[in-house]
């Protein structure tokens, strides 16, 4: 009785989470491909996820590192999505939300609820 009362309200936090989804991601990884003719093996970006959707939150602290005229103000960048996705360390995510499209580089380890996952995320530099 009490474990379906659980499951129930788990399920209204997830539908609660997912209707502030306001944007889509792509996710791309490495994969490695050999070339035919010179049997050189090359590391390749593919798409491993399309049309995810997601949401993006954005906060900012100010640094206590700086002059008394310049603070550095450090960003947050946190994506939200499903629990059951599976993002491999070192993808590219490219999340279009608000009108805008920005890539994005995987910065940790997905903390991961029942009700969604959140993963904090880097401006894109490139591939290491």
Do not use: N
Request: hydrophobic share 40%; charged share 25%.
């Amino acid at each position: 009785m009490m474990i379906d009362a659980v499951r129930k309200v788990r399920q209204m936090h997830r539908r609660a989470i997912e209707e502030t989804y306001d944007g889509t991601c792509r996710i791309y990884g490495m994969r490695a491909v050999r070339d035919p003719e010179t049997k050189v093996t090359r590391q390749e970006e593919v798409l491993v996820q399309d049309g995810i959707p997601c949401h993006l939150s954005f906060s900012s602290a100010a640094s206590a590192v700086g002059s008394s005229t310049v603070v550095a103000v450090q960003q947050t960048i946190k994506l939200f999505l499903a629990p059951e996705l599976v993002i491999p360390p070192g993808s590219r995510i490219v999340v279009e939300q608000q009108g805008r499209c920005e890539s994005y580089d995987q910065s940790g380890k997905a903390a991961v609820y029942p009700s969604h996952q959140e993963i904090l995320l880097e401006l894109w530099k490139g591939y290491a």
